[in-house]
């Protein structure tokens, strides 16, 4: 079983900084790929960032220069540094595991997601 747990979100004015973790618990899988989501109402869920096992990582335009991924494979855990922060940053923040079992099947997971609000 696949478990992700975020936190870290909340208010913040525009400028400011959040910092997003999600701890994954992975019982019989290897974890893969890791990425934060976001969605607002109304609109498709689209990416923020992703990392690979041996770090590479992947930025949507809109946050490249301000947002910084990474993981901690010891500690099962991708972050997000999200700086100079915009109103239009402000959506519900999914974190994305791709996970891998013992058969090699690959199968993908969501976090429960967590709010982040940036005030103008």
């Known amino acids: 079983q696949v478990q992700l747990v975020e936190s870290g979100g909340g208010l913040v004015q525009a400028g400011g900084s959040l910092r997003l973790s999600c701890a994954a618990s992975a019982s019989g899988f290897s974890i893969d790929r890791l990425g934060w989501y976001r969605q607002v109402p109304g609109k498709q869920r689209e990416l923020v960032a992703t990392?690979?096992?041996?770090?590479?990582?992947n930025y949507a335009d809109s946050v490249k220069g301000r947002f910084t991924i990474s993981r901690d494979n010891a500690k099962n855990t991708v972050y997000l540094q999200m700086n100079s922060l915009k109103p239009e940053d402000t959506a519900v923040y999914y974190c994305?595991?791709?996970?891998?079992?013992?058969?090699?099947?690959?199968?993908?997971?969501w976090g429960q997601g967590t709010q982040v609000t940036v005030s103008s």
């Open positions: 990392i690979t096992t041996d770090s590479n990582t």
């Open positions: 994305n595991a791709h996970v891998i079992n013992s058969g090699r099947y690959k199968f993908q997971y």
